[in-house]
């Protein structure tokens, strides 16, 4: 049954329409304990989600919905390897990955940590080499940069964690992210690196994927253009993460440079596999294994931690609340943290590509909102590009505010200049600023009756404007891994809810098919008539005026 058609459905249903004129100002004015009691603290992250359009009654109606849904099950099948990824088979295990005890996590009735391990204590070694200079290049010169070559979850999340704790970053190695099939990305790359110090890092978890299979033969085809053609320039300056190992020798890598991986880690939660070996390479092992660390702590906390008292369930249950009873459509997320300025473009995919279905695990269409728009840039640049719509624009926009109260970089003051702008983002969206405020603050200015009229309706703010406010003691390799981990358990909860399939992505596939057989027709000296008209006269232009 379609989870819309239940009662705890049209629970929320009823009383969305009660909260609909509901102002959280007064709430707060109403309620002087409201912080302590819609607030949560772990570790060191605090979350606020206070500013929401909740009371008692929401909550409580939510967590019925929760509970309607198996929710504790389904966590405990993720954790226990269960074959939850229904559409491909699969166990889904990216916490195993940083499973920091060693108790046993078993698949098709093998234990799988000794095998993580494994790949962990290999990772670890040539990361050591690689710093200690032990590890060179084919001319013997120390490997100084690195290039990864993947795209999709083979990209976003080790370039996002590479940038997020680049001031972790070890001495003397300088990474670079290539992942698009337009050829001026590696080429921008090629133009900037010594071929003789660098070390390619092909992550993919096929091998097959079109645009990380071109970009590594034009890396291959770089080297071998500068350094000859000998079957040592690929076995010393290319290594693999991959779950293909016959396609990683057959690219010619070194077998003791393959990092392998499983089917059971989804692309977009792989950051946690040897497709973090970049971030390893750039951070060092021990900071890496601090990252894995804050993921294990968080999944501990999901795992166990009731749940009213579970941050991602709640963030969970609130992105459903806005998303599937006030219809917002999108989710903005703001790190309020120039080294989280990609987290919102790696939430995408994690969410995006997790929870974009409209076919529930039951094979039936949806009639409810699932994944929302996710997007988002970092604070203050946001607020002089975009924030004036979720101020004063037509929709809903629910928003995530992130920061740190500890800055790594920069002066005390500077950072105070930063967090008072997240804070005071949150306290305009909630309060708004009404008719009366903005009469009085015109007449402070001398203004005649006629002007204030005419600006007036313009400088109101309605205000009601929910959002997330997730305040973390400093920005450390431990920390950001509870704040990725944090997001992956929001979003499998949301999943779970919507009972889509949230580990496979088939949506995907279309376009690479069709793009296929256009490549192929973008080759060929024919006109082309195959496809709709819009598609052939499109190519046949592009063919012409080459
Ligand atoms: O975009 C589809 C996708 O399969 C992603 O899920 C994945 O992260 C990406 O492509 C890259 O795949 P691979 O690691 O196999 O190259």
Redesign the pocket.
């Known amino acids: 049954m379609l989870i819309s058609k239940t009662k705890e459905w049209s629970n929320l249903q009823a009383h969305c329409k009660q909260m609909q004129n509901v102002k959280m100002k007064e709430l707060f004015n109403n309620d002087k304990e409201r912080f302590a009691k819609f607030s949560l603290q772990f570790n060191n992250i605090l979350f606020d989600y206070s500013k929401n359009i909740i009371d008692d009654s929401t909550i409580k109606l939510l967590l019925e919905l929760a509970h309607s849904t198996n929710l504790k099950s389904k966590i405990k099948q993720m954790f226990t390897g269960k074959k939850i990824n229904t559409t491909e088979n699969r166990a889904v295990l990216h916490t195993a990955l940083r499973n920091r005890n060693s108790k046993p996590v078993v698949v098709d009735g093998e234990d799988i940590m000794p095998e993580i391990n494994n790949v962990l204590d290999k990772m670890e070694t040539f990361v050591e080499k690689i710093h200690d200079g032990e590890y060179l290049g084919a001319t013997g010169k120390k490997i100084t940069t690195i290039v990864n070559i993947?795209?999709?979850?083979?990209d976003l999340g080790p370039m996002m964690v590479c940038q997020a704790l680049e001031y972790y970053k070890v001495k003397d190695i300088n990474s670079y992210f290539v992942s698009n099939v337009d050829g001026a990305d590696i080429a921008n790359v090629l133009k900037k690196i010594n071929p003789e110090t660098s070390l390619f890092i092909i992550?993919?978890?096929?091998?097959?994927?079109q645009e990380?299979m071109a970009n590594a033969l034009a890396a291959k085809k770089f080297m071998v253009s500068k350094l000859g053609d000998s079957a040592d320039i690929i076995a010393k300056h290319f290594v693999a993460l991959s779950t293909n190992i016959n396609e990683c020798k057959k690219f010619g890598i070194d077998e003791k440079n393959i990092f392998t991986f499983w089917d059971w880690v989804?692309?977009?939660y792989?950051l946690w596999s040897s497709i973090g070996l970049s971030i390893a390479l750039s951070i060092g092992m021990n900071n890496f294994e601090e990252l894995l660390t804050g993921g294990y702590d968080m999944d501990k906390h999901f795992k166990n931690a009731d749940f009213k008292n579970n941050i991602p369930v709640l963030m969970a249950l609130l992105g459903i609340w806005y998303n599937n009873f006030f219809n917002a459509k999108t989710l903005a997320v703001i790190p309020y943290c120039h080294y989280l300025r990609r987290f919102p473009t790696f939430l995408q995919?994690m969410d995006m590509?997790s929870n974009g279905k409209y076919i529930t695990k039951g094979n039936e269409k949806v009639d409810y909102n699932t994944g929302p728009v996710i997007w988002g840039e970092a604070g203050t640049n946001a607020q002089h590009s975009f924030f004036q719509l979720i101020h004063q624009g037509t929709q809903m926009i629910p928003v995530d505010f992130i920061s740190f109260i500890a800055n790594l970089d920069g002066d005390a003051k500077q950072h105070n200049m930063l967090l008072s702008n997240f804070f005071a983002q949150t306290e305009a969206l909630m309060k708004g600023k009404t008719e009366y405020e903005v009469r009085d603050e015109l007449l402070k200015e001398n203004k005649t009756e006629d002007e204030i009229n005419h600006i007036l309706p313009h400088k109101v703010f309605e205000g009601n404007k929910p959002s997330n406010t997730i305040l973390i003691d400093k920005l450390t390799p431990y920390t950001l891994g509870m704040l990725i981990a944090m997001y992956e358990h929001k979003v499998f909860v949301q999943g779970a809810i919507w009972n889509v399939n949230q580990f496979d992505?088939w949506g995907?596939e279309l376009g690479k098919q069709l793009a296929k057989n256009i490549l192929s027709e973008l080759n060929s000296d024919t006109t082309i008539t195959t496809h709709d008209c819009s598609t052939n006269a499109l190519i046949n232009y592009c063919k012409e005026k080459r």
């Open positions: 993947g795209i999709g979850g083979s992550a993919s978890k096929t091998f097959t994927t990380t989804g692309g977009r792989s995919q590509e992505q995907v």
